[in-house]
T-cell receptor
Framework: GENVEQHPSTLSVQEGDSAVIKCTYS??????FPWYKQELGKRPQLIID?????GEKKDQRIAVTLNKTAKHFSLHITETQPEDSAVYFC???????????????FGKGTHLIIQP | DAGVIQSPRHEVTEMGQEVTLRCKPI?????LFWYRQTMMRGLELLIY????????DSGMPEDRFSAKMPNASFSTLKIQPSEPRDSAVYFC????????????FGPGTRLTVL
């Protein structure tokens, strides 16, 4: 099955600086890579995703890059703000024979701390 | 639009009791996923359904766990008998049955087994 590794487990950056979180995956059949943000006591919320036919995707201050050859993908947050403080999870899934997608395999999460 | 709905939001029970968690997916979504979150194991997939049919239950930890989806708008996850190590937050998520479609999570049920 799929295995997703995520680094670092904790990341502290100064407000206004950039943050980068990296993930690797093992299953070459995986083709969908979402990122979720989870605040304490809340549900995971999708912030950005990328499909395997795309190398990069950007949404305002958030961007994701994908390297299929190396099987790794990264989340980039620029101009960090205090409200960016949360736990971020990367995930991967592959298509199933029924036309949909398998469930997500998650990384262990990165606790992002924005220092004022 | 209502998102994924889960009930109860909190459940406290004693070891050995039966626990039933409920989920209503987003209207029109035909894939439903159950996840469990703990500090030790993180977020892990338990089971998922496509068009109400269970596709992969390899993540269900033991025979004490069972899940059903009797119709497109309702699913249950049952634990019988419950044990303290089942204490976790259980999330339900739904998506469209198309490769690469986002999954949207419900608010979760925080289960505590004493």
């Amino acid at each position: 099955g799929e295995n997703v590794e995520q680094h670092p487990s904790t990341l502290s950056v100064q407000e206004g600086d950039s943050a980068v979180i990296k993930c690797t995956y093992s299953d070459s059949a995986s083709n969908y890579f979402p990122w979720y943000k989870q605040e304490l006591g809340k549900r995971p919320q999708l912030i950005i995703d990328i499909r395997s036919n795309v190398g990069e995707k950007k949404d305002q201050r958030i961007a994701v890059t994908l390297n299929k050859t190396a099987k790794h993908f990264s989340l980039h947050i620029t101009e960090t703000q205090p409200e960016d403080s949360a736990v971020y999870f990367c995930a991967a899934s592959s298509p199933n024979s029924g036309g949909g997608a398998d469930g997500l395999t998650f990384g262990k999460g990165t606790h992002l701390i924005i220092q004022p | 639009d209502a998102g994924v709905i889960q009930s109860p939001r909190h459940e406290v029970t004693e070891m050995g009791q039966e626990v039933t968690l409920r989920c209503k997916p987003i209207s029109g979504h035909n894939s439903l996923f159950w996840y469990r979150q703990t500090m030790m194991r993180g977020l892990e997939l338990l089971i998922y359904f496509n068009n109400n049919v269970p596709i992969d239950d390899s993540g269900m930890p033991e025979d004490r766990f069972s899940a059903k989806m009797p119709n497109a708008s309702f699913s249950t996850l049952k634990i019988q008998p419950s044990e303290p190590r089942d204490s976790a937050v259980y999330f339900c998520a739904s998506s469209l049955l198309i490769v690469g479609m986002p999954q949207y999570f419900g608010p979760g049920t925080r289960l505590t087994v004493l």
